[in-house]
């Protein structure tokens, strides 16, 4: 069954179109346009030259998405959306132009399709997989627990605390409280899955990739000294030199420091060895969930 998935983020919206059969799931096309819906996220407001990006690429996308004909297409919208005064503006603006009428997730909704995109793309094992998916304006942890699995979406995303001129104690502040109850709950039995851009482009300046290729960043491990690496050789680059960085877009020079940064915290916290990057994620995962829906 071919069907499409639009994720309008914090920082970047995208598009997935493929084919899916139960939880397996075959990219046929897709697309990423850094939009920054989120700029000024801590103002409460979404800007209007914000939300033109953001509709400009969406128009791109449906014109690349409706001729491959889908079957069933999903929007949504994340953190800058669901957190903003004025989200009916954008939501109306979005579906006068394009048609789409786009659900705004809670944190629990997000997490929840993370966490299946997550499982459909990787071999892991539920009992022990802690997923950990850093955005733009917040970050969600889904976790195994006795009752089934725990979501928790936290106001730290490599975005919202980049705008903040958060420290990293101040962050960690932040993550801290959930981090004691999963550590207390599963001891240092997890391991640890990231995704999301900051996750993927950690992964690609580790691998020197001049051309991101997904393929050899889905599923790569990188262990807790490396991320301590790049962090540490991106904070010494400064915002301008970060820009040269092989493996980095420069769009997202000035975010990549907080947000490596979330993900180096919760290792230390969990005291965890390292982390696997993956490339599937929220588009997947909304995409097995439509294909039920559409199933029924």
Do not use: C
């Amino acid at each position: 069954m071919l069907l499409a998935s639009i994720d309008i983020g914090t920082n970047s919206t995208r598009y997935l179109v493929a084919e899916v059969e139960g939880n397996q799931v075959r990219t046929v096309k897709g697309g990423l346009i850094t939009t920054r819906l989120g700029q000024g996220i801590n103002q409460g407001k979404l800007l209007p030259e914000a939300m033109e990006r953001t509709v400009a690429a969406l128009e791109k996308f449906l014109a690349e998405i409706m001729p491959l004909q889908p079957q069933g297409l999903v929007a949504v919208a994340t953190s800058a959306v669901r957190d903003a005064e004025n989200r009916e503006e954008f939501l109306q603006l979005t579906r006068r132009r394009t048609g789409l009428a786009v659900q705004v997730l809670d944190g629990a909704a997000e997490a929840a399709a993370s966490y299946a995109g997550v499982m459909a793309g990787l071999p892991l094992s539920a009992a022990n997989t802690m997923v950990l998916d850093v955005g733009g304006g917040s970050t969600e942890m889904i976790w195994p627990g006795k009752a089934g699995v725990n979501y928790v979406s936290l106001p730290a995303g490599a975005v919202r605390m980049t705008e903040g001129k958060h420290t990293e104690e101040q962050i960690k502040q932040i993550l801290l409280p959930t981090l004691q109850q999963i550590k207390g709950q599963q001891g240092s039995q997890l391991s640890l899955v990231a995704v999301g851009g900051t996750a993927t482009t950690l992964a690609a300046i580790s691998l020197g990739l001049v051309n991101y290729r997904p393929e050899l960043v889905h599923g790569v491990y990188l262990p807790y000294p490396e991320v301590v690496r790049v962090l540490e050789v991106l904070q010494a680059a400064g915002p301008e030199g970060r820009k040269n960085i092989v493996g980095l877009q420069p769009e997202r020079a000035d975010i990549i420091v907080a947000g490596v940064s979330l993900l180096k915290i919760v290792l230390e916290a969990m005291r965890l060895k390292g982390l696997t990057i993956s490339e599937s994620d929220i588009l997947q995962g909304l995409l097995v969930d439509l294909a039920q829906k559409v199933s029924k």
